[in-house]
C-alpha cells in the first residue's frame, strides 16, 4: 500500500501548475473567474438585498415577519432568485466543465488540445450527475440511519438521567462528524477516478474512490482539513483587502458589486487551478504512480 505523502503531493501540484500555467489560467479565467463575476452580477443584488432585509427584520424583532407587506417582499425577492435559478445551473455546469478539461488536459498522454479536453469534460458531466444522485440517495439513508441511531438511545436515556442524554449527545455528534469526515474524505477522488481513469460507471467511480483512498484516511483528511484552514485565511484576507479597495475605488452600487464579482472571481479560478493539480497530484500517489513516472507524465 502507498503511503500518502502531503509534502509530495503539494510539492508535484505547484511543478504542475508552474509546467502549464498559461494554459492552466486561460482555462480557469473562461469557465471559473467568468462565470463567478457573472453570477455575482446577476445575483448580487438579490442576495444583498435578501441579507439587508432579513437583518433589518432581525433588529425589529419578530414583528417584521408577521407583517404582508414585508412576506410579500421576501416572496418576491424568493421568485426573483429562482428566476434565476437556471441560468446559475447553467454557469455552475460551465465551471465544473472547467475543472474536468484542466485535469483532462494534465493527465491526458495523448496531449489533447483545449478543445479536447473539454469535450472529455462534457462526455464525462452524465456520470457525474449519476454519481451526485447516487450520493444524494446515500445521503438521505445515512441521515434517517444516524437519526435513528442517535434519536432511539436518547429516548431511552431520557428516561434514567437528562445527563446521560447530555453526554450521549456529544458523543453521538462527534462520532456523526467523524463519520462524515471519513465518507468525505473517502470519496474525494471521484473526478480523478472519473477523468484520469475513464471510468463511466458512476457505481464504479464511486467504489473506486474508496478503495484508492482506503488505507490513507487519516492522512488524505487531515491535508485536506490543513489545505482548508489555509484557503480560509488566505482567502479571507485577500478578500477582505481588494474587496476594501474596490468599496474604497468603486463606492456603491453596481460598480461595487461587479468589483466584488471580480474579485470573487480571481481567487476562485486561482483555487480551482491549484485543487485541480492537487487532485491530480493526490490520485498519481495513491494509485502507486512513481515519481518518476510521475514526472514524466507531465513533461
Same mark, same amino acid.
Given at each position: 500500500?502507498?503511503?500518502?505523502?502531503?509534502?509530495?503531493?503539494?510539492?508535484?501540484?505547484?511543478?504542475? $501548475?508552474?509546467?502549464?500555467?498559461?494554459?492552466?489560467?486561460?482555462?480557469?479565467?473562461?469557465?471559473? *473567474?467568468?462565470?463567478?463575476?457573472?453570477?455575482?452580477?446577476?445575483?448580487?443584488?438579490?442576495?444583498?438585498?435578501?441579507?439587508?432585509?432579513?437583518?433589518?427584520?432581525?433588529?425589529?424583532?419578530?414583528?417584521? *415577519?408577521?407583517?404582508?407587506?414585508?412576506?410579500?417582499?421576501?416572496?418576491?425577492?424568493?421568485?426573483?432568485?429562482?428566476?434565476?435559478?437556471?441560468?446559475?445551473?447553467?454557469?455552475?455546469?460551465?465551471?465544473?466543465?472547467?475543472?474536468?478539461?484542466?485535469?483532462?488536459? =494534465?493527465?491526458?498522454?495523448?496531449?489533447?488540445?483545449?478543445?479536447?479536453?473539454?469535450?472529455?469534460?462534457?462526455?464525462?458531466?452524465?456520470?457525474?450527475?449519476?454519481?451526485?444522485?447516487?450520493?444524494?440517495?446515500?445521503?438521505?439513508?445515512?441521515?434517517?440511519?444516524?437519526?435513528?441511531?442517535?434519536?432511539?438511545?436518547?429516548?431511552?436515556?431520557?428516561?434514567?438521567?437528562?445527563?446521560?442524554?447530555?453526554? *450521549?449527545?456529544?458523543?453521538?455528534?462527534?462520532?456523526?462528524?467523524?463519520?462524515?469526515?471519513?465518507?468525505?474524505?473517502?470519496?474525494?477522488?471521484?473526478?480523478?477516478?472519473?477523468?484520469?481513469?475513464?471510468?463511466?460507471?458512476?457505481?464504479?467511480?464511486?467504489?473506486?474512490?474508496?478503495?484508492? $483512498?482506503?488505507?490513507?484516511?487519516?492522512?488524505?483528511?487531515?491535508?485536506?482539513?490543513?489545505?482548508?484552514?489555509?484557503? *480560509?485565511?488566505?482567502?479571507?484576507?485577500?478578500?477582505?483587502?481588494?474587496?476594501?479597495?474596490?468599496?474604497?475605488?468603486?463606492?456603491?452600487?453596481?460598480?461595487?458589486? =461587479?468589483?466584488?464579482?471580480? $474579485?470573487?472571481?480571481?481567487?476562485?479560478?486561482?483555487?480551482?487551478?491549484?485543487?485541480?493539480? =492537487?487532485?491530480?497530484?493526490?490520485?498519481?500517489? =495513491?494509485?502507486?504512480?512513481?515519481?518518476?513516472?510521475?514526472?514524466?507524465?507531465?513533461?
Amino acid at each position: 500500500m502507498t503511503r500518502f505523502d502531503g509534502n509530495q503531493a503539494w510539492n508535484e501540484a505547484m511543478r504542475l $501548475v508552474s509546467a502549464n500555467r498559461e494554459v492552466l489560467l486561460v482555462m480557469a479565467g473562461v469557465f471559473v *473567474f467568468l462565470p463567478t463575476v457573472a453570477m455575482a452580477f446577476f445575483t448580487g443584488p438579490q442576495q444583498a438585498e435578501m441579507i439587508t432585509t432579513f437583518m433589518n427584520a432581525m433588529k425589529h424583532g419578530a414583528a417584521d *415577519f408577521k407583517d404582508p407587506a414585508f412576506m410579500a417582499k421576501i416572496q418576491a425577492m424568493n421568485a426573483a432568485n429562482a428566476s434565476l435559478m437556471p441560468y446559475t445551473l447553467l454557469l455552475m455546469l460551465a465551471s465544473v466543465v472547467g475543472k474536468l478539461g484542466m485535469m483532462a488536459l =494534465l493527465t491526458d498522454h495523448r496531449r489533447p488540445t483545449v478543445g479536447e479536453a473539454l469535450m472529455i469534460g462534457v462526455k464525462s458531466l452524465p456520470t457525474l450527475i449519476a454519481v451526485a444522485v447516487l450520493l444524494f440517495i446515500g445521503y438521505l439513508v445515512f441521515i434517517i440511519a444516524a437519526m435513528l441511531a442517535i434519536g432511539l438511545p436518547a429516548a431511552m436515556l431520557g428516561m434514567i438521567s437528562q445527563v446521560l442524554v447530555g453526554v *450521549f449527545a456529544v458523543v453521538a455528534v462527534i462520532a456523526l462528524l467523524a463519520a462524515i469526515a471519513v465518507i468525505v474524505t473517502r470519496l474525494s477522488m471521484i473526478y480523478p477516478v472519473t477523468i484520469i481513469e475513464r471510468e463511466s460507471n458512476p457505481i464504479e467511480v464511486i467504489k473506486g474512490s474508496w478503495r484508492m $483512498v482506503k488505507g490513507n484516511t487519516r492522512r488524505v483528511f487531515l491535508f485536506f482539513l490543513l489545505l482548508l484552514v489555509a484557503y *480560509f485565511v488566505v482567502m479571507s484576507v485577500a478578500a477582505m483587502v481588494l474587496i476594501g479597495l474596490v468599496t474604497t475605488i468603486a463606492g456603491k452600487g453596481m460598480a461595487l458589486t =461587479l468589483g466584488t464579482g471580480i $474579485v470573487q472571481g480571481v481567487l476562485a479560478a486561482a483555487f480551482s487551478v491549484v485543487i485541480t493539480a =492537487l487532485l491530480v497530484a493526490i490520485h498519481r500517489q =495513491l494509485a502507486g504512480a512513481s515519481p518518476q513516472s510521475l514526472a514524466e507524465t507531465f513533461s
